[in-house]
């Protein structure tokens, strides 16, 4: 019962299929009859932001939002691995040591039960972060995500004391990165190399997005809980199914956090502890200590390493 | 009339007594000035440490993002205030006793001006990206409110103690000539413009005055609020506060005023200015020190009845912490110690004394660098999200910088001690001289330059037709 979601749908079956399915589902909403087979980066390019893209299209840029269904997260306590989402994100972005961009937390519901809670950066519309920034290093992209310039940061860590959410994270010392990432081409939607004295978080994989990937949180997540959204085509998947994004959160009472700070947050959350992969309400379980980029053996060329 | 050769006594042995630091100096000083060089020395030795390894250095982790560098950012915003503010108040209202004390407070004001400047490059991840402050600011951020408004209160409290020391550095070129070196004769002569005391050049200097008087008190206002809103910005316990602007501005006047008495007794002591800050200063300053505790005492209250009443659930876990958990060390010795028992102590008559005074002001000092540090630290250590209260253990580097930013602050008032009077001889005679002005002859003499300060800045704003 517990593996079955998992196990049912094969590896490459999983990434194709979803990959085709919400693709389609983005062109419908469009208005575009066989998305499905439109290839791949047609589709982006023609929904993707950036000025450079925009310039011609008078399309509206997507706007990226997730929904986490608490409902399918159980910290991975039934794979017997550490949470995967971590792990994912880990891999993809060489996260230095001490930091989790995406982070799982035990929490203790109103009823005294307890549930999993992934954390990630909530891409607030009304961002407190950005707001205070005093040199522009943070700020919205087109598509409605909160990005970091490492190379404006000045350290000065105003907007870690204004997030509500305790997403950001600083680089004390000298981060490790991967070899060759100095000469990596750095851009604000792929922080690579690290470094120290700046201010970094979760991008919602705007490098991924932007090739029509979901990011590496979603795609790792063996139970499927996490789905990316876009508000613009009002759709979101989990790379199994696609949804309507506005009925979905409607029909399963979804919720935001700290949602009366006025900060409008886009990750929406389902209500949930894991029911659907046998979690019980008082059951205690503990999620296992997830592992670095290092012990997953990330690398510039293979940033999944030995995750999967 | 510098060079009145019938010089009444006080005049004289006002001379003697200011300017003895400056033509001797003891081997005490020498100790004094080689304990406080080796204190910022480690300081330097420290930052340059943070420097080349980065803030990994400190005890500041991710919970607890801020520490010692911005509690004490706080603290010598909070000292800055008094001095220029307290001066510029009593020369408007006229308060003839504030003669001996303009240059201590301006004094005190500029050096922790400066100090506080320090204090957030201290703490920048980058400060090689200092200048990027400048080419990318963005108004809206508070930091730039910050960046933008301390400069120009520093700026102001320059010129301003510079301003009185125009006629004061014609005082010294006049009257130490051959006593000092030539260098020293020449900065003064530079430092003086010129300055004759003649009428004209007295009017420029009673405008621009005037002008920096004005000036100075919404600056002064304006820097403890935007200090506060790096904070008040936030949505954090303890922080999201509405009344943060004024009760800061309050703050800094407290912590200010008890900073001037413990310089204040300093000097009297090791200067011997037995004459010149007196018991009736003591007092005064005593009330002021009252004053303001017992309006930061409302404040307090005010700020933690609010949030204790409803108790939301971020501030039920801060206060709850701050009040009986693991902040209660710190929280009741500062509250009772550095807020209740010093203003008891200078609202008692018999407690009113000038060592109890002197030892009250040490007492606020202290439980106003706690009150910010416990400002500053818990309500960054309490958790946003289910994961553990945040830790924080200041490292050797952060205490040695905060050691040194106090070495530092007691440094630039060293050293400037040695090259002007503490006390401000020209302001002192010109008090001196428009008493017997109105004595003899009550206007229009030649040193009437305004027997009531009250009119200073009203007169030198109607002559400003004529300089100009």
């Not at chain 2, 409290?157 to 010294?172: D, G, Q, T």
């Not at chain 2, 070129?173 to 050049?201: A, F, H, T």
């Not at chain 2, 609020?225 to 009760?247: C, K, L, Q």
């Not at chain 2, 801060?318 to 710190?330: E, I």
Request: charged fraction near 20%; proline fraction near 6%.
């Amino acid at each position: 019962m517990k593996k079955t979601a998992a196990e049912e749908t094969g590896e490459g079956a999983r990434n194709s299929l979803s990959r085709r399915r919400f693709l389609a589902g983005v062109g419908a909403a469009a208005g575009a009859a066989a998305a499905a087979i439109i290839p791949l980066t047609q589709v982006t390019k023609s929904t993707s932001a950036g000025p450079h893209h925009s310039a011609g299209s008078a399309k509206p840029p997507r706007q990226w939002a997730m929904v986490i269904d608490l409902r399918r997260c159980e910290g991975c306590v039934t794979t017997e691995k550490a949470p995967q989402c971590v792990e994912g994100c880990n891999a993809e972005h060489f996260v230095p040591e001490g930091q989790q961009w995406i982070r799982v937390f035990e929490v203790e519901g109103a009823a005294g039960h307890s549930y999993f809670l992934p954390r990630l950066c909530m891409q607030c519309e009304n961002a407190p972060c950005t707001k205070v920034c005093p040199v522009g290093a943070t700020y919205h992209n087109e598509e409605g995500i909160v990005l970091i310039d490492h190379e404006r940061c000045i350290g000065c860590r105003m907007c870690m004391a204004a997030c509500p959410y305790g997403v950001r994270v600083f680089n004390w010392d000298e981060p490790e990165n991967p070899p060759g990432a100095l000469f990596a081409d750095y851009r604000p939607e792929y922080p690579v190399p690290h470094r120290r004295g700046t201010v970094e978080k979760c991008m919602l994989c705007a490098h991924r997005t932007e090739d029509g990937k979901l990011p590496a949180c979603a795609e790792a997540c063996p139970m499927y809980a996490i789905y990316l959204g876009d508000l613009t085509n009002d759709i979101a998947t989990n790379h199994k199914e696609v949804v309507k994004l506005s009925s979905f959160l409607a029909e399963n009472s979804a919720f935001r956090l700290k949602e009366e700070l006025g900060t409008r947050p886009r990750v929406w959350y389902i209500p949930g502890h894991g029911e659907e992969y046998g979690h019980d309400i008082d059951e205690q379980r503990d999620p296992r200590e997830p592992r670095s980029w290092q012990e997953l053996g990330a690398t510039l060329e293979n940033p999944h390493g030995g995750h999967r | 009339m510098i060079d009145q050769p019938e010089m009444a006594r006080p005049e004289k042995r006002l001379e003697e007594v200011a300017f003895r630091p400056l033509l001797h100096t003891t081997r005490g000083w020498y100790v004094w000035l080689a304990a406080l060089l080796l204190l910022t020395g480690v300081g330097f030795f420290a930052y340059a440490h943070q420097f080349q390894k980065g803030l990994g250095v400190t005890g500041m982790r991710d919970t607890v993002i801020w520490g010692l560098y911005i509690s004490n950012f706080v603290f010598f915003s909070g000292v800055s205030m008094a001095g220029t503010f307290i001066s510029a108040i009593l020369r408007i209202t006229g308060a003839e006793w504030r003669r001996p004390l303009t240059r201590l407070a301006e004094l005190t004001t500029v050096s922790a001006l400066l100090m506080t400047s320090l204090m957030p490059l201290v703490d920048m991840g980058r400060p090689d990206r200092l200048l990027y402050l400048v080419r990318y600011g963005r108004l809206e951020s508070p930091l730039i409110w910050d960046i933008m408004v301390i400069p120009t209160y520093l700026a102001a409290s320059i010129i301003y103690l510079y301003l009185f020391l125009i006629p004061e550095s014609a005082v010294l070129r006049d009257r130490l000539n051959g006593k000092v070196s030539e260098l020293r004769q020449g900065l003064y002569s530079l430092l003086s413009l010129g300055w004759q005391g003649r009428p004209r050049q007295r009017k420029g200097l009673e405008l621009g005055a005037g002008i920096m008087m004005l000036i100075i008190i919404p600056l002064g206002v304006a820097t403890h609020s935007v200090v506060s809103w790096i904070f008040g910005m936030t949505y954090r316990a303890g922080w999201d506060s509405t009344i943060f602007a004024p009760y800061f501005a309050i703050g800094a006047l407290y912590s200010g005023t008890a900073m001037l008495i413990t310089l204040m007794f300093v000097f009297r002591r090791v200067y011997h200015l037995e004459e010149y800050f007196t018991e009736k200063h003591f007092r005064y300053l005593g009330y002021m020190l009252a004053a303001f505790g017992v309006l930061y005492f409302y404040f307090t209250f005010a700020e933690y009845l609010t949030a204790g009443y409803k108790l939301e659930s971020k501030d039920k876990l801060l206060l709850g912490n701050l009040f009986f958990g693991r902040y209660s060390w710190l929280v009741w010795p500062g509250f009772i110690g550095g807020q209740v028992l010093p203003v008891l102590l200078a609202i008692h008559p018999r407690t009113r004394t000038m060592p109890i005074l002197f030892g009250a002001s040490l007492l606020v000092n202290v439980g106003m660098w706690i009150k910010r540090y416990v400002i500053v630290v818990p309500s960054l250590a309490e958790p946003l999200m289910p994961y553990q209260w945040g830790v924080y253990t200041p490292t050797w580097v952060e205490l040695a910088i905060t050691v040194a930013s106090f070495a530092g602050f007691a440094l630039i008032i060293t050293i400037f001690c040695k090259l002007f009077p503490i006390i401000s001889v020209w302001e002192m005679e010109e008090g001196w001289e428009s008493e017997a002005a109105t004595v003899s002859a009550p206007s229009g003499s030649p040193g009437g330059m305004a027997a009531t300060p009250a009119t200073i800045s009203l007169e030198g704003l109607e002559g400003s037709q004529s300089v100009l």
